[in-house]
């Protein structure tokens, strides 16, 4: 009996697969081997460069007055991969922006999909986890 329901055991573990941590810099190097693949990655989270704000001409007394929003990325020498998660926002003004639930420049275990759309990665964000 015991014998059953450790070989039980060893097939639900199977079955329910340990996801593996993959390094960035693998993913960089070979991006194509994960695209469409549930992947679970630690990296420190990044601005993209490519945020976006209104361009009003601020007064003296408000320097901040322009409204912002960006993204999220994951960034290597190689490779960025942005981070698309429903609840994720980036926004603020042009002297700052605050990124919730994930922030920027913290470092993060995500797990998710590895896409491709329009020539950037995306990393569809299932869970993750501050480290």
């Known amino acids: 009996m015991k014998k059953i329901i450790l070989i ?6 199977m079955l329910v697969g340990c996801q593996q941590t993959i390094e960035l810099s693998d993913i960089a190097a070979n991006p194509e081997e994960y695209l469409g693949k549930t992947i679970t990655v630690t990296a420190t989270t990044a601005l993209d460069n490519k945020v976006i ?8 007394e408000d320097p ?5 929003a960006g993204s999220l990325y994951l960034v290597s020498e190689n490779l960025n991969i942005k981070l698309l998660y429903d609840e ?3 926004s603020g003004d042009n002297c700052g ?18 896409t491709e ?6 990393i569809g964000v299932e869970s993750w986890n501050e480290e």
């Open 64 to 68: 901040c007055c322009n409204s912002c």
């Open 117 to 122: 759309e329009y020539s950037e990665y995306i």
């Open 8 to 13: 039980f055991l060893m097939l639900l573990l």
């Open 53 to 60: 704000c209104t361009l009003m001409e601020c007064p003296e």
């Open 88 to 90: 994720q926002k980036c």
């Open 97 to 114: 922006l605050i990124c919730s639930p994930l922030r920027h420049n913290k470092e993060y275990t995500i797990t998710g999909k590895l």
